[in-house]
Each structure stands twice: as structure tokens, then as C-alpha cells.
């Protein structure tokens, strides 16, 4: 979701009303998702790199997850969607930690459509957690090294319990992954729009949806 510090920069704003603009943004696209039928969404809302940001816009980013998460917690539970978060969260401050934990166990019976929200993630950090976690296994015995495959990954990773990545889409004309789902994105499609997040509706989503189902995806079988 990239592109809200330019946006405001276009419009002459305060970075913090970029954010703001880009949050009203995730709530119309996460209700619009949920309308089409898409099963699950994960978006990128905080890298374990964006810790390098000034402290002040680190302060209004997590303001706004307070914000979020508290207004938006009920329409969830009501609209069967779990919420699911992805990445080291728990180094966040301890009413955040609290909030989300809350949401997750609330949201933890719905079935219509699941979003993750990656916060402090990086996928590199993903992995190495994930093979972190598989050596522990080996060290225990649990694992035969020559036993590990592909699934001992996966089902390590943070979005083990999640379907696979079909399509990733990347705001504001970066044509990089930056870090996020890189194990997950192997054979999943890649979007990029040059449109600014906040201004990112439906009509942008259907664009990319239409983009994905003209593709043919073979999976390197030919």
C-alpha cells in the first residue's frame, strides 16, 4: 500500500493526513474485497524497515492502527471476516499488542474472508524465523534433515494457515517486492499501478482483478 506520503505531498499536506487518507482507503477496499468473493488479503501496513522513519510519523501510523482497530473490530465480527496478523507484533506498545490480540480472538470464528495485516514484517525475517523453527526441530529430532521439504517451510512461515498468493498488487509505480512475501509470491501474478494508495478504490481493484484472470498460469509446467 504505497504512496500515501506522496499523495499528500502532491496535495500539500501533512504526511500524516496521507496515512489517514490511505487508512479510509483499506476500510472501502477490505468491504469491496469482501463483496467480490475474495477469500483472503494480506496488506503490507508495517515493515520491520519503516522503524527507520522519523518518530513522529512512527507515533501517527500507530495512532491510526488504534484507530482502526477499534472502530473497525465490530464490522469484522459482523461481516465474517477474521483478522489474522502476520510478523512480530508483540514489540509493539502493550495496549497495541492488547487490541489485536483482542480482535484476533473475536474475529477467530469467521469464515467469509480472512485479512492479514503485516505489521513490523519483513519477509526475510519470515523466513529466517521459519528455518529457525525447522533446525529446532532437526536439533530435537523431530526432523530427519534429508526428510525437510518445501512443506516444512511453508508450514513455518507466517501465513501457513492461509491460502496460496495468486495475485500481488503494488501501488504507486515501485516495480520491487520490497521485502514482502517473497517465499509466497514464487508463483503468484504481480500487478503495478502507477495510482497512489489513498487513491486506490474499486475501480482499481477490478483492474487488477480483470488483469489476473486474463493470465495463464502454468507454473513452470511449460
Known amino acids: ?54 518518530e513522529e510519523e512512527i507515533s501517527d501510523l500507530m495512532g491510526l492502527l488504534r484507530q482502526y482497530i477499534q472502530s473497525d473490530i465490530d464490522e469484522f465480527v459482523e461481516n465474517g471476516v477474521r ?16 487490541m489485536i490480540d483482542n480482535a484476533i ?30 533446525a529446532q526441530g532437526v536439533k530435537s529430532g523431530e526432523i530427519q534433515p534429508e526428510a525437510i521439504n518445501l512443506g516444512h517451510i511453508a508450514g513455518a512461515l507466517d501465513t501457513a494457515d492461509m491460502p496460496p498468493l495468486d495475485l ?5 509505480g515501485e516495480l520491487r517486492l520490497s521485502n514482502f512475501l517473497l517465499w509466497q509470491a514464487a508463483y503468484a ?23 489476473f484472470g486474463h493470465r495463464e498460469r502454468r507454473f513452470g509446467g511449460r
Open 189 to 211: 501474478e504481480l500487478y503495478f499501478t502507477e495510482t497512489l494508495w489513498p487513491d486506490f478504490d474499486q475501480v482499481e481493484l477490478e483492474r487488477a482483478l480483470e488483469s
Open 168 to 172: 500481488l498488487i503494488r501501488t504507486s
Open 83 to 98: 483478522l489474522k496478523v502476520i510478523g512480530n507484533y508483540r514489540v509493539l506498545d502493550a495496549d497495541i499488542v492488547a
Open 1 to 54: 500500500m504505497d504512496g500515501n506520503g506522496r499523495w499528500a505531498k502532491r496535495k500539500h499536506l501533512p504526511r500524516a493526513l496521507g496515512h489517514k487518507k490511505g487508512v479510509e482507503t483499506v476500510r472501502n477496499i477490505v468491504r469491496v474485497a469482501g463483496k467480490m468473493g475474495v477469500e483472503a488479503m494480506t496488506l503490507y501496513a508495517f515493515s520491520s524497515e519503516n522503524w527507520n522513519r522519523p
Open 105 to 134: 480472538e473475536k474475529t477467530s470464528g469467521n469464515s467469509k474472508m480472512t485479512l492479514a495485516v503485516a505489521l513490523n514484517y519483513g519477509s526475510q525475517d519470515e523466513m529466517l524465523r521459519a528455518v529457525q523453527h525447522i
